[in-house]
């Protein structure tokens, strides 16, 4: 706690609706001293998502952590940094998306989106179709908030005779039910884009040869779907996950 309270000074305070830079990376080195007499020093970092990845990020860690203990460059690690090898041109299928697969069915059409993304199914609607769609998906004016407590987990976990699932996959698994319960759908929006996060890395063979990629290797990619039907796949889903997060402990 007093480590964290430590590095949430050196950030620097902003106030104000003023447009402001944020850093892209920085190091903090946070000498410590306790009450027995001995001491430490701590390093934090802060990575902005746009530099790298979570995958990059704690290959780079490991490497800064086997230099600190050895002194010397691991051998087996040779960063590449050509950010053009995630390059992905827009209204391409970058992963085989337009091919049917389980979720999505056939005839859909996979896109890379980019700063300048292709129209969006919203923009051939009326205007009141337009806004009733936008409104149904707005959060409910009424949201419950509860708190899990531990004896809650573990009640859980006996219920469900799974004495060796962690406290996070149970979690998880009923955070999954809850939005398979809860996702509204939207409103005269026949087709829609659900949008999705892909690691480029296995299907980009220049980066499925180096699993050293030292940079950001995401897109996002938006697949134009029938609304109704992949909601209802987008629930079960949910509620898939949600189960096989409990029973992969059975």
């Known amino acids: 706690e007093g480590v964290q309270g430590v590095a949430r000074s050196l950030w620097p305070a902003v106030a104000g609706d003023r447009p402001l830079a944020s850093p892209l990376v920085q190091v903090s080195v946070c000498p410590l001293v306790y009450t027995d007499g001995t001491s430490a020093t701590a ?72 700063a300048t993304p292709p129209p969006s199914p919203l923009d051939d609607l009326p205007d009141e179709q337009k806004a009733a769609a936008v409104a149904s998906l707005a959060p409910p004016a009424t949201m419950v908030t509860s708190t899990l407590s531990r004896r809650d987990v573990e009640s859980w976990r006996d219920h469900l005779a799974l004495p060796d699932a ?43 040869s180096s699993s050293d990629f030292l940079g950001n290797a995401s897109i996002v990619v938006g697949v134009d779907a029938d609304t109704s039907e992949t909601m209802s796949r987008v629930r079960e889903l949910a509620r898939r996950i949600g189960d096989v997060g409990l029973s992969a402990t059975r």
């Open 43 to 114: 390093i934090s970092f802060q990575v902005h998502h746009s530099i790298m990845d979570g995958k990059a990020f704690f290959s780079w860690i490991r490497e800064f952590a086997h230099i600190v203990r050895t002194g010397e460059r691991s051998d087996d690690w040779r960063p590449v940094v050509d950010r053009s090898l995630v390059g992905l041109p827009v209204h391409t299928d970058p992963a085989g998306l337009s091919e049917p697969p389980p979720l999505f069915g056939a005839g859909v059409v996979a896109v890379a989106l980019s």
């Open 166 to 208: 962690s406290n996070n996959t149970i979690v998880c698994a009923v955070l999954w039910h809850a939005m398979w319960a809860s996702v509204p759908e939207p409103v005269g929006l026949p087709t829609s884009r659900f949008a999705m996060a892909v690691d480029v890395r296995r299907y980009t063979s220049a980066l499925a």
